[in-house]
């Protein structure tokens, strides 16, 4: 049962680690830890993605700033409970991990696929310059009956096809995990810079079930 959960939820990014270790959590005794990857993209700027990583498969007490990885997993989500309501929040799982040279040319750097259900309504829109877009929520099962909750982005020809999608269809998507900054206003005169991450839809596939 748990190897066809992971299926459904896989991804590989490869990339350098951009920031020290800070404690996350602890479960049965193994402390988790975050720490950033920057993962190149075709246009030559950056994602940011953001790594729980086992005190089990790192030394977490290094500095490794600089130094390449590749790391395979799940994308994975909490709700943090911040100013009154809930916050969704991003992070590869790490299951494995391998040090490397510099980033290999045209290898995948940055892959993930994901097979679940539609949670809410997409939602569709046209950008000023006339680009498609629609955005999608995808509830990813997860064994003991928990689930991660996935924003997707889609372009062109899948943005119209995502559309149509009701609430409940079960969907596969092929992409890459992205990051965006934007900046969240706290108060009238204060203002945060955040990072928000999606999933950026090469492939999308209605699944029948």
């Known amino acids: 049962m748990s190897d066809k959960i992971i299926e459904n939820n896989q991804v590989t ?122 955005d999608l929520l995808l509830a990813v099962n997860r064994p003991y009956g928990k689930s991660d909750y996935i924003p997707c982005i889609c372009w062109g020809r899948n943005a119209r096809y995502a559309s149509g999608f009701e609430v409940g269809a079960h969907v596969q998507v092929l992409g890459r995990i992205q990051s965006r900054e934007y900046i969240k206003k706290i108060s009238e005169i204060e203002t945060e810079k955040r990072i928000a991450y999606e999933v950026s839809v090469s492939k999308l596939e209605y699944m029948e079930d």
């Open 13 to 134: 990014i490869m990339g350098e680690i951009a920031s020290g270790f800070t404690f996350s959590h602890e479960v049965f005794g193994e402390g988790f830890y975050m720490v950033d990857v920057l993962v190149k993209r075709l246009s030559n700027s950056d994602d940011r993605i953001p790594l729980m990583i086992s005190e089990r498969l790192i030394d977490v007490t290094q500095d490794y700033e600089g130094e390449y990885i590749m790391v395979s997993g799940q994308f994975r989500s909490y709700n943090r409970h911040e100013e009154q309501k809930n916050r969704l929040v991003l992070s590869v799982f790490v299951r494995e991990v391998e040090f490397v040279e510099e980033e290999m040319d045209g290898a995948k750097t940055n892959s993930i696929l994901l097979d679940g259900y539609i949670c809410k309504a997409p939602v569709y829109r046209k950008t000023p310059l006339g680009r498609e877009i629609a």
